[in-house]
């Protein structure tokens, strides 16, 4: 008991040190004074209870009562690319209008500090605007909850995961899940891009705050946790970075839009190490795990999100029957010299969604091309629709008010 409140309290002091943090996309409202003043709101402040998720809704889902594969039958080549793409919102020149038009399966957020009733309009207006599309599949609002709903104004901060750890405390963890899970509800933001578990080696990459440390069975152990009370609480969770994004060896850094000496670089493993990183990605999809990020970074010199070896491994050893993400723009950081061979290579590796940013349609574009020419098989687009759609199918069709 006397360990049990020492653990709270030492996560209670850290947390009300921290501030919301993340990068500032191009968009004037990021670097304006923010306020949580009713007039500056773009609604009334409602109840928690009219911002529930769960709440009825006029605008239902025409797929409600539909199966994934029913679904999936009725959807078109282009309709099924659109799926598989998630744009981000601070690179949509209209977001409403565009996700009218082509009903992407997600949205990447932005890191803009909203009340929760702002947040909940903001993504009932894209889904109302998904639902009127042709196609009028439900999409699903990413964020990086990586400390609490931390974009949200007056919400609970937890310390990162290096703090976390530092308490050694599953059950602390998986309240830490339940608490986050509760209020990314009241934002309608239902995919959380977290648990980060990677294994922290070595103390110069930048990101080693993001770990919960360097021993893999306390990873596993808070991990899991966390993802339990996540997937309890109603969220999408999404571990994160497969895998060895914390074993790089310094020196070989990623050259791409900077020059790293660490970050992104190669994870110089053997097969027991590997086997021992797997494991801590086993006890996530053992935990209910719904999607899982890939690295930016390499494995014995393979990018990771050109490495089909190991993510159809997920799919076909480890009983993983979710779908598999891309992180922020990293396929065009794989071998393949074009923009399009880039693409073709990294869903023909096993990725089910692409988080590109800016150049969405033109992935979307791409992976129509190369299925009518051949280069992508059409079996392994309807694989990777109907992933998305399971998922989607306990966390939007029926669930998100709209």
Known sequence: MKKRIT????????????????ESEPTPAATEEVSDAPEESATEEPSESDTDETADSDDT??????????????????????????????????PNAMMEEADYGSVLSKS????????AYL??????????????????????????VNYCLNSVLFPHNIGMGATGDADLMKEVGLITADEAKLCHM??????????????RWGRTYESYGADL?????????????????GVVACPKHYFGDGNVKYGT?????????????????????????????????????QTIMISHSALNGVKMHENAEYIMKLKNEMGFKGFIESDWNSIENTSPTTYEDQVVTCVNAGLDM??????????????????????????????????????KKISAFSRIRC
């Open 7 to 22: 653990a709270v309290f030492l996560v209670v002091i850290i947390a009300f040190s921290l501030t919301a943090c993340g």
């Open 217 to 233: 069975e306390l990873i596993k152990k808070l991990g899991t946790a966390y993802t339990e009370g996540l997937v309890e609480g």
């Open 123 to 148: 993504v009932d207006e894209l889904q109302k605007a998904a639902l009127s599309s042709e196609a009028g599949v439900p999409f699903i609002y990413g964020q990086d909850d990586v400390h609490g």
């Open 354 to 391: 692409l988080m590109e940013v800016s150049r969405y349609d033109e992935a979307r574009q791409i992976i129509v091309d190369a299925v009518n020419d051949g280069r992508i098989e059409q079996s392994r687009v309807d694989d990777a629709v109907l992933r998305i759609l399971t998922v």
């Open 253 to 289: 850094g990623e050259k791409s839009d900077v020059d790293r000496l660490i970050d992104r670089g190669d994870a110089q493993l053997s097969e027991k190490e590997i086997e021992d990183l797997l494991s801590v990605y086993q006890a996530q999809i053992d935990a209910g795990a």
């Open 112 to 119: 803009q500090p909203l009340a929760f009733y702002d947040w």
């Open 190 to 203: 239902l995919w959380n891009f977290a648990p980060c578990v990677a294994q922290s080696v070595d103390p």
């Open 61 to 94: 889902c025409k797929y409600a009562d539909q199966s994934p594969e029913d679904v999936l039958k009725t959807l078109t080549l282009e309709q099924k690319a659109a799926q598989m793409v998630q744009p981000a919102i601070y690179e949509m020149a209209d």
